[in-house]
């Protein structure tokens, strides 16, 4: 399934203003899917199964919140923050990373948008147009088309069962596979591995 | 996964309108066993003339149209009788019309390509299909009787029954994994050229059982378990 790799949630009442932030970010450059959300228990609950990279939120929904968006940012440190500003609160919130009005223009409010994506993109994700698995995860990757668990893997391999995870995690990533037979049928018709090998 | 342009189903709209924007809506016609001749009602007419509720084919359209349900919604026991019976319906159509379809594909696909992968993606799908007909069987044997038992107040029939809901939700597991592999096999890894026209067909054929499988488990995770849930609630008061 293909998803842009950015997610921005609105929280914000307003339609008027919801539907209007989302028409200036779905015309602009950025490659990124928006979402509403109400409350603030609703985006923790998405984000238990969609990542959200950027929140732009009414400063207002925040109100009596501090402690839970604390908690929030302390869960998944790369989400930012984006204010809007009304005007009504004149110090820069603590909870957000950048803010902006409803009458900046839709270039500056893209523009503020695009940098606070990079701060918050993971260092990984640099490598990942490159999908070609490396020689370590080659490794892995024979062990475990093999039958092999974990334990084994690292035990051969003499890393930690953490780095097999890791690894594990990053073959599925560039591969788009997932089960174990088919990684299997992956390995096989990229030659990592011989048929032979295989038990059938 | 494959999306429709989102319309938001009303009970006005007309029927045939909506399958003209999203043909999946014909599947859900058929797993509602309504035929496809909807002539011009609209779906409040036609939820009339078929007897099914309003809310929950609302609801359910507005699934197949990108549309969560949110918050809880006050199905009946009636309704959430006919969702078993559209579930039901749907696992007919698993067993007997996409999986043979699939196999077919790939039996084809693999006596014109007899390489090792095609052998081995063979043997994926069998075991994959194994799984989901297990799956199914599970559904059909233990849920959905204890769903019916539950719905028509007869829960004091089996006294000393373990079975609930909650244990129901947590059986539910993801069927539609491997289903992605095999697609980003075909996609992306496993070496054939040609027969354009063949894997088209398999392509598109897991696509659609995709989308199906998608919008099954979300019946069962946003219909049917909640409303089983509430429901042994208010009879264990």
Redesign the interface.
Known sequence: ?YSPRLHIAIMEPSMIIFEGLQTIICHSSLDCRVSRVERLEELTEMMKHTPVEILIANPMQFVNLEKEVKKLRKSYPTLAIAGIDFGIIHRQSMLTDISFTLYDTPEHIIHSLTRLQEKSQHPEEEKEENNHLSPREIEVLTCLVSGMLNKEIADQLHISIHTVVRHRKNITLK?????Q??L???A???KIVS?ED?E? | MFHTPKTKVRPATKMAELIDANPHLLLMLQHFNIDFRVNDLTVWQLCIRQGISENLFVSIANLYNGFDIRGPQPFTRGDLLLVIDFLKSSHDFYRREKYPQISNYIRQLQENHPVREMKLLEKFFKEYFDEVLEHLDYEDSTAFPYFITLLEGRENDRPGKRYSSKEYGDHHTDIELKLQDLKNLLLMHVDIEGDLELRRKLLFALYELEFDLYIHSLIEEKILIPSGQQIEKEVNV
Do not use: A, N, V
């Open positions: 399934m591969t788009g596979i997932r089960s037979s088919g299997t049928i992956y096989i018709s990229k048929i295989i059938l």
